[in-house]
């Protein structure tokens, strides 16, 4: 796919939505999440749990290279 406009008008974009029956507005902002058991103070995490995995040895580069 390849990008061939970019809409920055605010009124001609919910004109767009609103005729192809979209919302208009952005969705309702959830309440946050407690972090999970494992991420707290005092969670202890030993090497026969699943969750514990070792940090790689390599930087892992998550750059985009199209």
Known sequence: MRIIAFITDAGAVREILSHLGEPT???RLMRA???????MQGATMGEDEAQAQPVPEYEFDQRIAW
């Open 25 to 27: 507005s952005p969705p």
């Open 33 to 39: 999440r407690a972090p999970p058991l494992w991420e």
